[in-house]
């Protein structure tokens, strides 16, 4: 029987950001360094569970476009004074999702107008970390069904010193096969500090040390740590939403927009209207416009546009703000071309890899269950 398997996830740890803080488990090997996804959180997490790209996966984004048939489109027939950030509209919305549609996936409402919120749509309707959880595709936790291992999975739902401590528990009284627990605490103190400040190292070095404690106090079992995309630290912020809207554009009837920290994207409904916003946005030195070749190479190429007709990225360092994640700056920010080395992650393993560097698209086959060394899935 294949001995037991621990994944764990460490939402933004990037390569850059492990080796300038020497974060080094003892009992892991060097850290290989992982080419991320074009995206953010979702669509990297989805594919290494899933060992597809975006485009294959389906959950690129949190918010896609919608139409008259989707979770918000009721929200047009709401008197005009109930903004989207009125709290009993957030109330209403948020037990609507619960309770109506059945959604049980992350998502936040952040400051997205109400205006547009009405004509989007929400990919991910199953928690990520959970069994069947993305239409469509196996995922490593479904793997692990289907061949009868026991499971412990913890997520963000769970306090992260409290889920290693639960870990720990489970190892010692040997209660599953596969262990994989997500953590998104080092992700959110870079938002709030950046890469380079002394509460990320400390946050670093408490990981080392839990990790390092697990691996000394259960030495036959096979860790896997790793990270879903990397992190840069932010030094402009530029404001996308006042270059376009002096233009007159009309939501919904001639585009819809959706302004992300790091990526403008819109839904177009003429090509007047594109050749404006081209045209506003060619101004901006601090980034540039995803083509459609090169959306299908980066494998977030979808043909009926769902998560947008027309894509603007930033320069790594660059955010726009304000912007529907909020109006307040962040110190670092990550979803920056995957080409940018600060959006590598890194990978640890116990057991020997065969290249210093993957695409993410390859970490499910090292973690799945039962794997082991050889390639090689019972």
């Known amino acids: 029987m294949a001995r037991s398997e621990v994944v764990i996830i460490i939402d933004a740890l990037g390569y850059d950001i492990a080796r300038r803080h020497l974060f080094s488990p003892a009992g892991l090997?060097?850290?290989?360094r992982v080419k991320t996804v074009f995206g953010f959180s979702q669509a990297a997490l989805t594919t290494i569970l899933t060992g597809l790209d975006p485009a294959?996966?389906?959950?690129?984004?949190?918010?896609?476009?919608g139409g008259d048939e989707f979770p918000f489109a009721w929200l047009r027939y709401l008197p005009a004074f109930a903004s989207s950030d009125r709290l009993w509209v957030r109330k209403l919305l948020n037990w609507k999702l619960a309770h109506i549609d059945g959604i049980?996936?992350?998502y936040n409402l952040y400051d997205v107008p109400r205006k547009v919120l009405c004509h989007l749509d929400l990919p991910a309707r199953k928690r990520l970390f959970s069994i069947d959880s993305v239409k469509g595709c196996r995922t490593v936790i479904d793997r692990a069904v289907a061949g009868d291992v026991p499971l412990?999975?913890?997520?963000?739902?769970?306090?992260?010193?409290?889920?290693?401590?639960?870990?720990n528990g489970a190892l010692s009284r040997e209660k599953a096969g596969y262990y994989l627990l997500y953590t998104a605490g080092l992700d959110s103190t870079m938002h709030k500090y950046g890469t380079d400040h002394e509460e990320t190292a400390r946050h670093l070095a408490w990981y080392e040390g839990r990790i390092s404690a697990l691996l000394s106090a259960y030495p036959g079992i096979k860790f896997t740590v790793l990270g879903d995309h990397g992190m840069a630290d932010v030094r402009n912020h530029v404001d996308i939403a006042a270059l376009i809207e002096p233009l007159g554009l009309k939501v919904p009837v001639e585009y819809i927009p959706f302004y992300d920290s790091t990526m403008a994207r819109f839904r177009i409904k003429d090509a007047v209207c594109e050749n404006k916003l081209r045209g506003a946005l060619s101004k901006v030195k601090a980034g540039r416009f995803v083509e459609a070749e090169e959306m299908k190479d980066l494998g977030i190429r979808f043909d009926d546009g769902r998560f947008g007709d027309l894509i603007f990225i930033m320069d790594e360092g660059?955010?726009?703000?304000?912007?529907f994640m909020g109006k307040d700056p962040v110190a670092a920010m990550h979803g920056y071309h995957p080409e940018t080395s600060s959006m590598f992650s890194a990978l640890f393993a116990n057991y020997v890899l065969p290249r210093d560097q993957f695409e993410l698209t390859d970490v499910a086959g090292f973690i799945a269950p039962r794997f082991n060394i050889l390639g090689e899935t019972p």
């Open 56 to 65: 294959a996966h389906g959950l690129w984004m949190m918010y896609s476009f």
């Open 104 to 106: 049980s996936a992350y």
């Open 318 to 323: 660059n955010i726009i703000l304000p912007s």
């Open 29 to 32: 090997g060097r850290a290989v």
């Open 152 to 167: 412990f999975i913890r997520d963000y739902h769970t306090r992260e010193d409290r889920a290693f401590d639960e870990l």
